[in-house]
């Protein structure tokens, strides 16, 4: 059997449900689950149904899956979808386990990203946006996002720089100044006679 046979060989996958109980987490698993990421997965059990099988092997330690299977044990569910994975090394189980959620950072092509989020939104259907994972906040942001590149572009710096060292402006409530943030007198000059700070923005030395 040659290379690529062997690996089709072994991608032949069953899956097949365990007790929740039975599974055991990696205690070196270095991937972190928020709250917000857990209520996340909760809710697309609950929409969708358990899609994404937990990865374990023989013996049921987690390979991959550490989040859905505290979404699980956090809904109350007896048995998880799982995919046992037999043949893997110590070094290769944590590979895997790295790989899993390090190759699936993958980016977005956001006018795609966009069209699809705004259609979700719009569409008379029993789907709720924040489903595809995004929060409400992130969806406004996206939607709302300057449709010209050009607006987001950065202007070149002049080459006769019209603010000097020391110069305040004033702008409503807020004072700006360009100094040395170490110079006590400075900050003083920037504050005014009399004046508390709420907060301060300073750039590092």
């Known amino acids: 059997m040659n290379k690529e046979s062997s690996i089709a060989a072994r991608s032949r996958l069953a899956v097949t449900y365990r007790a929740v109980?039975?599974?055991i987490p990696d205690p070196r698993n270095a991937r972190t689950h928020p709250k917000r990421q857990i209520d996340q997965l909760k809710a697309s059990i609950a929409a969708f149904g358990f899609t994404n099988p937990?990865?374990?092997?023989?013996?049921?330690?987690?390979?991959?899956?550490h989040g859905r299977l505290?979404?699980?044990?956090?809904?109350?569910?007896?048995?998880?979808?799982?995919?046992?994975?037999?043949?893997?090394?110590?070094?290769q189980k944590r590979a895997l386990r790295i790989a899993d959620n390090k190759i699936a950072n993958a980016g977005w092509d956001l006018e795609i990203l966009k069209l699809?989020?705004?259609?979700?939104?719009?569409?008379?259907?029993?789907?709720?946006?924040?489903?595809?994972?995004?929060?409400?906040?992130?969806?406004?942001?996206?939607?709302?996002s300057a449709a010209d590149p050009d607006d987001e572009v950065i202007?070149?710096?002049?080459?006769?720089?019209?603010t000097?060292?020391?110069?305040?402006?004033?702008?409503?409530?807020?004072?700006?100044?360009?100094?040395?943030?170490?110079?006590?007198?400075?900050l003083q000059r920037v504050i005014g006679n009399g004046a508390l700070v709420d907060a301060a923005f300073l750039d590092p030395p």
Do not use: N, Y
Request: charged share 20%; aromatic share 4%; hydrophobic share 40%.
């Open 54 to 65: 937990i990865l374990a092997d023989p013996e049921g330690h987690i390979i991959a899956g």
């Open 21 to 23: 109980g039975d599974l």
């Open 116 to 144: 699809e989020l705004s259609e979700l939104a719009s569409i008379d259907v029993d789907i709720d946006p924040i489903l595809t994972g995004f929060s409400t906040g992130e969806i406004d942001v996206i939607l709302t």
């Open 164 to 186: 000097k060292p020391g110069d305040i402006w004033i702008l409503g409530d807020h004072r700006v100044g360009c100094g040395d943030g170490r110079d006590a007198g400075f």
């Open 155 to 162: 202007p070149p710096v002049p080459a006769t720089p019209r």
């Open 70 to 91: 505290q979404a699980a044990r956090a809904m109350g569910l007896a048995e998880v979808p799982t995919i046992t994975l037999s043949g893997l090394s110590e070094t």
